[in-house]
């Protein structure tokens, strides 16, 4: 696509591999010897992590109260190298808006680097996530010498689009995403300038939230400016930029090693999504990735078109980003992590398609197909990994998000948009020896967390009326995955706000299990308007569900229009009283639940962390209802029975083939699915 | 004439220091006893006796004073060896510790082992998932009742605990700091249905009571550990206490407290407890550095397993930000930070095939068993130790004034076949790159842990205390930037140093949200009374309980420190009141000058919002008592040169830059004389530690005894020095 004048740059957005080595690079490395290397780079790590804890401490937002932050110090040419976060896509994506800057603005009269500016985006097609990502970097020097940036990356959330809180469902362009700036001066000699902070906050519903983050984000910068001006003047920009470029290279050559020790062959994953927007339909990521030697290719032939009027759609390196979290989490979970990680990735995406979104499509729901293409890397992973190290070929953790965006003004009179902290509990894949862990957190973002109960209730109108395990949400397995979160809002002290969700895996499960494993269920918002229940909290009455599986199943206390929603809702009122119940996944499940140790079950039971039923009909487990005493003998029996009736209903590969082909979803289930079955754009 | 006696249990060795109304000191070390920690304390207070020329029973009589830093409640923890408690939570939140806001399995997991995301685990929780129920009760933000608590159910719930073999019970309830109604109405059920004469009569610890703080996840998890670590407690130091009367000791037992001082054990909270012992050796500095007209100070402990890190500033312990967790639970309790990092001389070197063979130090540690390799118990691994020992700095006939022999040859093999093989260098050139990357790592963690507190470490001095700190010293300051190292001759046992120091002391805490600068309308509060109300609660308390030590109120002296925020930043800053009494929106605006002028200097003028508006959201009231120390006699300098009865002849040892090994002399640290100067390279042999004196170094022995570690380079002028 070509290049319009102040339009997107789309050859700026290719450039993810580290840059051509530069010959000062190449010079300032051959002058460090390996211990001062190794010392550097401890050094280099302690800087981004200082920037990335003190971002946190200062910042406002949802995401940054949490831990949805990165961190980084990218080279001259604009390279990540070091990245202090758990958000792994970021040590890939983080430096393209660098890289844009330096592309756009090292020469440009109107603009230039200097000692003391700042720069600020959140346009994801640079930042290559979703707008709600914001960013902010400024240039480092030595003597007037630019030798680095250093950056923070945060999900500050609201951004102006057509909903509030940062995920906007209902967009039909990018018009409707909100703010979505390229990357800008927003700052020099050492000053915020105010007439941008004020175009900046005149776009968005909570101005202060965003400042806030903004200012957070600067003074990060400036303490980690101010330590790598230290390093230069103990070290010289020679070592410091051969260092830098080091990091990179050590890294690239490391993650080649690693790759190498993978089985070669074609790892096969399509990944479906159930939702468009609001709207359910099946749509799909056909992922290959073919391994050889020390390198992956990827390739997405196959994948469903581009959505012209729906949020659904994602930059391709958006996917690449995403790609990193499995990578860098899992993976290569003991290296670095930069972008030297992918000098081991080829990649094609085909063109019109919604994972290479171009024009003036919305990507406001970008993160939905972004993290079903990591379920797909989970799976193909623990594939590859399998021989090289069975017990890291693990199960995923829950992948379709599921969480409640809102606005409006709160108790103390203050205006709010935002989401909530709990879509960071959910649970985590199930592992070749272990069950996986209750409430674990979130894949993309494992330094974040959940957060309390009295934060959330202390500045946003809301009463959780509970907000325990939700016991029905994992997959079952030989190991089953740990459970996600059930919780229930109540909008109080305020007449009303406005609520909705994202999420998807309410039709078609969202995360599926591995080697046998059981899916995740698929989940679902239930809201209850004109609801009786703080009436009934005032009465103590025990009819108050206390978790999720008593509110959905029901027991006729609670009086009003009960509604059933997709996990993505469309913002919508809700006035003080109303009871919006929402689910948060769990992880999926490993091997096959009739290898699960019946004792394993009985202690679930004892806990509470399986149904009856599930312990009955998918575990096939006996024992007895008063004492849960296992009746081994008995189970055995009926396990034996459940595999002779699969083998009973096993049938030849071709002939099963054959009947599958003959299956077809009904016609508005397939509508954004391209052809079917192998979609392609029409 | 009396004794004071200060005693702090590590994980090896527990440390003595013991003090006579004249001045007369003496220090000792046991091993610590971990299945019965009295062992090895008495033991230790029979080696003091020696030491005194005394017989056991008269030296405990003349002791007037014993504090004691224990590792009791951290051991219970530990070896989860604690009561079956029963939590009783708001209904439809039963799972809130269990969920441990979803990132709990990272708590007091190292960095490395929580990258490793395939292999995650939460801890095995205190409180058994059948032990908690939930009542019918709700109170909201505003500490309105919204739900309320009703006694049948109470009673109900009760039961169940009791008949599943509850031994305690720890009430946990939703906003219940800013309304303790019904976690006290719980409470007074329970004594109501299980009167204290009732063989059933069981403890009962109330969140509001241990941590009236917001967060329930930390407030929870404070209260339980607790009540977790309470009982054991109380029973293994009543035991203490009875051998000590049996002894002859008459006083009350004194406790250190993470808090940075102490209290009677009888009116101690368990939970307090923990890290005593690092807090009373950051206090020493402080004391000690107090000598020097010294009011920043760093304080660093270096051991086998750990290297601790404290910081002060303005002569005082401050609270900085920080999360305290114990053991693997996050909590609230207002402690000193003394961060611990996973490097010491026990730390193992290894080569990172994967990039590119770099060799790296650390995290894993041999710790004391195997230990290194030098110590002959099956040691397979290279370590920091053994590295010293490959370097001559160490004499393995001398190690622990000669309590343990070291086998350098098991050094040199372990490096040689881990290290130098594979990275194709020769043993001693290896053992100088694991101690330079120690060292590096040490001193950078340091000067982290300093300017993020937006300090600047190069106007401290730094301490080098524990067994490897004096022969560390040299490698990692330069890489903190002070120019002034001080190691002290009670380095080895600086904590229980420390504990002689520490005042009596106690924080109180509430939480409190008050928006004192309001964004909605850019005005100042005028809630005074609501400011006023927080603080002579805490006084009164406070005044009540030190009272109750026997103290009066013209001896307390009060310091008021309040946690703050812009808008609604989540992480708070803790910043000290300019004002006790506030009358209107005059001393709000000092308080929010005070928090600005902090926040600015901390993070940057660019990151100040006060027009954001700002809230404080936390009181923390600090009541001390001052004590008097014997202040040691500053010894008449001798001239530099050391005396021929200090000198112990020479050792080959490898230095960088160097080349080769050179012989260097060996001193005996009791020997030298104050005045005393040596230049580097240099070794001086004390009793528990080796002061490893590089070249381009200085030391000093002072006419306190302590050495002075001085750079070469921090002659130089003060000019080139900013330049530096």
Redesign the interface.
Known sequence: MSRLAYGRDYEVVQWLRPEPMTVEEAAGQQKIE??D???FR??MN?IA??GK??T??????TG????DVAFAIYTAQGDLAVVATGIWFHAVLGQIPVKYILKHFADEPSVRLKEGDSFFWNDPFYGGVHGADMGLAVPVFDQGKLVCFVGAVVHTGENGATDPGGMSNTARSRYDDGLLCPPIKV?ER???REDILTMIGSHVRDP??M??DI??R??AS??AER?IQEVL??KGPEFFIGGLRRILS??A??AK??VALLSDGVYRQPRFLDTVGTESALVKINLTITKKDDGFKFDFEGSSPMFPDKPLNTYFHGILGLAMVYFC??FF????ANNGLLETIEWHFPEDSFINAKGEVSTGLAPFPQTAFTLGMFLCGARMSYGLDP??A?AAWYTGFGAPMFGGIN????PMADTFAEL??TG?GA?PD?DG???????FA??????????T???RPF???????FRGSYGHGKYRGGAG?GYCLIP??VPGVVLGAFGYGSKFPATVGIFGGYAVPPTFVQTVRGSNM?EL??Q???A????AEQAFQGNGAETGRREFHHSSMRIQPFQNGDTVYLPVGGGAGYGDALERDPEAVVADL???MVTPWAARNIYRVVYDDETLRLDREKTQALREGARARRKQRGKPYGEFEKEWLKLRPRDEVIKYYGTYPVSRAT | MGFNVNIDIGGTFTDFFAIRDGGDVRIAKTPSTHYDLSVGFMKGMQELARAYGLPASAFLSQTEAVHYCTTVGTNALIERTGPKLGLITTAGFEDTVFIGRARSWADGGGAEANKDLSRIQKPIPLVSRDMVVGIRERIDCFGKVVCPLRREDVIEKLQVLVDRGAMGFVVCLLWSFANPGHERMVKAIIEEEYPEDYLGSMPVTLSSDVSPKAGEYTRFTTAIVNAYIHGIMGEQLGHLVNELRDGGYKRPLLLVHNTGGMKKASRTRAVLTHNAGPVAGLHGSLTDGARYGQQNVIFTDMGGTSFDIGVITGGRLSTYDFIPVIDRWRTNIPAIEVKSIGAGGGSIAWVNEFLGGSLEVGPRSAGSMPGPACYDKGGQDPTVTDADLVLGYLNPDNYLGGKMLLDPDLSAQVIEKKIAKPLGIDVDEAALRIRRIVDAKMGQEVFSEVVVKGLDPRRFVLYACGGAGPTHACGFAPYVGVKRVITSPFSPVFGAFGAYTLPVRQVWEKSKAMKIFRWADQAYSEDAEGFNAVVHELKDVALRDLRLEGFSEDQVEFRLELEMRYGMQYNLTKVVSPHLTVYGPTEFKDICDRFTEQYSATYSPEATFPRGGINIECFYLTASVKSRLHEPEALPLRGPSPPDAARAGSRKAHWAGLGGPSETPVFVFEALEPGNTLTGPALVEARDTTYVIQPGWRFTLDPYRNGILEPAWAAVRPEEEEKR
């Open positions: 390996d211990v290397f190794e010392i401890h050094k302690m992590q200082e804890e003190t946190m401490k200062l910042g406002a937002s940054m109260r949490w831990g700052g050492y000053t915020l202060r939230t400042i806030l200012k957070a600067l003074a400036r303490i330590r003047g103990d050590v890294t050559e490391a090693k690693k989490g899992w979970y003991d290296l670095p017990l890291r693990v108790q103390w009179g203050e960071n509990a985590c592992r272990m862990v209750d409430c674990a957190g979130s894949y494992t330094m974040s967390d959940c957060g309390d109960v009295e934060s209730e202390e500045d009463l959780y009326l509970f907000r325990n395990y979160l109080s002290h703080k909290l005032a103590g009455s025990p108050v569900p206390v978790n004892r806990d509470g």
